[in-house]
């Protein structure tokens, strides 16, 4: 048994796959986040008395494990399958995309890491600001210290000269404007989601009502990379030329009644990694949706497979 135990950075799902693959070998964890949810990306927020979904939009599945995990949660009624056919919009008008079963949460994406944290040792609104040789977090000894997150949040914790600084440095991470939208009444035609391909200020529309289950007429729209770019400073800039590109796209008419923004500065990696995780000799370890093609069960399997290797190592 280790004497320190291992620290996680990160309570995304991937941070927490990992520290809950940690627990069940018995090794000691903590894991720390910034902010004041679980969740990370799989981030829910209350607007109007409803979860919206600001972050992922849905999370497919492949992985047999990760499908007893999705099992779990549609048992327990916190996911759903909500559809395997998404809108395509683009320069030719609309047409149908069919592809993988994607699922949603009724009560929103964060609460299925919620739900996969519960029992864990978290500490919410706990930034950390510096990871050393050690390896230390913030001063303090730990085993291993596990880095769950983009990698350039990654990239500011740990020393310039260090092997986890090698492995982050040079990714290029896109940003999305987030803006979730809400109607009196619904003012669009049957929508899952759209992919919206070749815009210049879309990328993705989703129908928060259709994915949660409820009808509620929400919409939230994604803006492609280049717009966040351009509004980084201050992302509520970035809604009047979404909503009109929305009125394009869609015919829809009346103006929304609320409207909420949440900008991602690294939303995901450009390009991909061929394994699932970094573990150094020097006891910093990387994980997350950079770790393969940028997606939730992609973070989950990170998580998942670095906590096997380091209670493997830990012995
Ligand atoms: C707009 C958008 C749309 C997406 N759409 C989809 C989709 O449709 N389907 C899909 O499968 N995936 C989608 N994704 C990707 C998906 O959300 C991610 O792959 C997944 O949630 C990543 O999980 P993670 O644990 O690797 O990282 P994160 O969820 O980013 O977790 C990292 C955590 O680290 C914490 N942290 C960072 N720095 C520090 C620090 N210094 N100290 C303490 N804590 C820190 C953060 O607060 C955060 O909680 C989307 C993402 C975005 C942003």
Same mark, same amino acid.
């Given at each position: !048994? ?20 940690? +627990? ?17 990306? !799989? ?21 047999? /494990? ?8 549609? +048992? ?20 149908? &995309? ?17 739900? !996969?944290?519960? @029992? ?49 440095? @040079?990714? /290029? ?9 809400? $109607? ?11 992919? =919206? ?8 529309? #989703? ?6 289950? *409820? ?7 994604? &803006? ?5 770019? &351009?509004?980084?400073? #201050? ?5 009047? #030329?979404?909503? *009109? ?8 008419? =009346?103006?929304?009644? $609320? +409207? ?7 939303? &995901? ?6 394994? *699932? ?6 006891? +910093? ?5 950079? $770790? @393969? ?9 990170? @998580?998942? !497979?670095?906590?096997? /290797? ?6």
């Amino acid at each position: !048994m280790p004497a320190v135990g291992v620290v996680v950075v990160g309570a995304g799902v991937a941070g927490i796959a990992c520290a809950v693959e940690l +627990t069940a070998a018995g090794v000691p964890v903590r894991v720390l986040d910034r902010g004041r949810a679980v969740g990370g990306r !799989m981030a829910s927020r209350r607007i109007k008395g409803r979860p919206v979904d600001l972050g992922a939009a849905y999370f497919t599945v492949r992985d047999p /494990e990760f499908a007893e995990v999705v099992a779990r949660w549609r +048992t327990a009624g916190l996911a759903r399958p909500w559809t395997s056919e998404l809108v395509v919009l683009d320069g030719d008008g609309r047409g149908r &995309s069919a592809g993988p079963v994607r699922w949603a949460a009724p009560g929103g994406l964060r609460t299925l890491v919620s739900e !996969m944290a519960s @029992g864990l040792d978290i500490e919410l609104d706990h930034p950390v600001s510096h990871v050393g040789p050690g390896p230390v977090v913030d001063g303090e000894p730990a085993d291993v210290v596990v880095l769950a997150m983009p990698d350039p949040q990654a990239l500011r914790l740990v020393d310039p000269s260090s092997e986890a600084a090698a492995e982050l440095a @040079g990714r /290029e991470w896109r940003p999305v404007i987030a803006v979730a939208a809400g $109607w009196e009444s619904r003012q669009w035609p049957a929508l899952p989601a759209a992919f =919206v391909n070749d815009n210049p200020v879309l990328s993705l529309v #989703a129908d928060d009502g259709d994915r949660r289950g *409820d009808g509620a007429p929400v919409l939230v729209l994604h &803006s492609t990379a280049e717009v966040a770019r &351009s509004h980084d400073a #201050a992302p509520g800039g970035a809604v009047p #030329a979404m909503l *009109d590109m929305l009125r394009r796209l869609l015919d829809v008419g =009346v103006e929304p009644v $609320w +409207t909420h923004t949440r900008r991602w500065r690294f939303a &995901s990696p450009a390009g991909k990694r061929d394994r *699932d995780f970094h573990l150094g000799d020097d006891g +910093t370890a990387l994980a997350g949706d950079g $770790w @393969g093609v940028s997606k939730v069960e992609t973070a989950w399997r990170s @998580g998942t !497979m670095l906590g096997r /290797e380091i209670a493997r190592r830990l012995g």
